[in-house]
């Protein structure tokens, strides 16, 4: 029999998960707004009971938990609701999963980390300069309190996203103005198309525990959203702002030593490779 899984939030990642998944088990999609022809089911995580009810209603094997308020400056000028999405709902959503032996997988950050010395491995210790590193980590600690939860810390993402019709990098799309306030941060973006399969990966192999995804590439922000700029052959939509005025100072380096995923088997696209993809998609 097919195995069941429940994907939380079906914005940006849920969608590519959504897609990938679907080919493997019986998904079903929960969000609070969107609905693609009624596929997808309205429930607000934040509302305890809700998720309680819904999870021992459908009883799924897996939970993924993509649910956030994903841009880090947003979490910093709204505590209470950065704390409600990115550490209430994850810690909902744990408690009905182990209500009904549920392995739940909850999509972290690389922003844990204060970007000082870059290459982290799994094992580092994580040390907050936001909101939302803060909440990240303490969600990060409830889930892996289930010794067969799984913990996702993902670098920046990119990619294609086909209900907007464009090209998204990390939290924003890439049209109109594209803000860099600083050029120089250091990231290992990772092909959104990536994560779908090695989420898939690790739970055929029934891992469990922390993993690093991201991409092979260490790149220079500036370089990375630049090139990302150029397949659509407009004139760039990029404009390098004042970091004066920005309201906080992004870690410098977050890049992930990706070691562990890379030794089970996991397959990551270059940034070249993913160059070409996206060109062939647009
Ligand atoms: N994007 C990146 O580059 C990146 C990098 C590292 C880690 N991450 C993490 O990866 C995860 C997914 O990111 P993403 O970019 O896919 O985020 P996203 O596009 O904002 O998706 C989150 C989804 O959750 C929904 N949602 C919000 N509040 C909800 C609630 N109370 N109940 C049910 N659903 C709710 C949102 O609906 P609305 O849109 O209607 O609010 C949205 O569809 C997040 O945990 C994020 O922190 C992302």
Known sequence: MRKKIVIIGVGFLGRHLFKFLRNYFDVVGV?????????????????????????????????????????????QNNYELCRKLNYNAAVNILNACNHISAKMIFISSSYVFDGDKGNYLEEDIPNASSHYSTLKIAAEKEVLKNKKSIVIRSEPMYGYDELKKTLVIGTKSLEGNFEIAYPELLRCPIFINDIPSIIYGLIIKEECGIFNVAGKDKLRWIDFVSKLDMIENKFSRIRIVDASNWELEPPHDTTLDITKINKIGMNITSFTDALDKLRKLL
Do not use: Q
Not at 37 to 55: A, M, P, Q, R, W
């Open 31 to 75: 969000d609070i707004n969107y609905n693609e022809n009624g596929s997808i089911n309205k429930v607000d995580v934040t509302n305890k009971k809700e998720i309680n009810f819904f999870l021992k209603k459908e009883k799924p094997d897996f939970v993924i938990n993509t649910v956030a308020m994903s841009s880090y400056v947003a979490c």
